[in-house]
């Protein structure tokens, strides 16, 4: 997947003020903190039993297609296998949550999204450097 492809399909959500990005890496870090956002959004919602707002459906949705979509099977083997797997679960979590059925497990789809995220964000000196 192209670095353009993937700001395009970003500037497609409904984000306001969403910042500027140019590197893969960037592109990444946004669409999961954005991910993190919606799904938070969504977890309070069924935590307080108020209907799940939809732009942040659709984009928990558009996050989940650019994080699948930007992931190489051939050098990523077996890491990115298990990171397609657990995006699916997200994405399943997410239309559970379009549906209105009671059971979806959002707060479990966002513990799961921290916690990449917050690997991603660890691994940002070393990703940022090489660039230089």
């Known amino acids: 997947m192209s670095v353009a492809f993937a700001r395009s399909k970003y500037r497609q959500t409904e984000s306001t003020g969403a910042p500027e990005v140019e590197s893969p890496y960037r592109v990444i870090l946004v669409t999961l903190g954005e991910l993190d956002k919606s799904l938070d959004l969504l977890c309070t919602a069924q935590e307080t039993n108020v ?24 050098t990523g083997g077996a890491l990115a296998t298990s990171l397609f797997q657990v995006y699916e679960y997200c994405r399943l979590q997410t239309l559970k949550a379009f549906r209105r059925e009671e059971n979806a497990e959002l707060a479990q789809a966002r513990t799961a999204i921290q916690g990449i995220l917050s690997a991603w964000e660890e691994i940002g000196p070393q990703v940022e450097g090489a660039k230089s």
């Not at 799940?52 to 099977?73: E, G, M």
């Open 51 to 74: 209907p799940f707002p939809d732009t942040h459906l659709n984009r928990c949705f558009t996050a989940i297609y650019i994080l699948q979509s930007s992931l190489d099977f051939e």
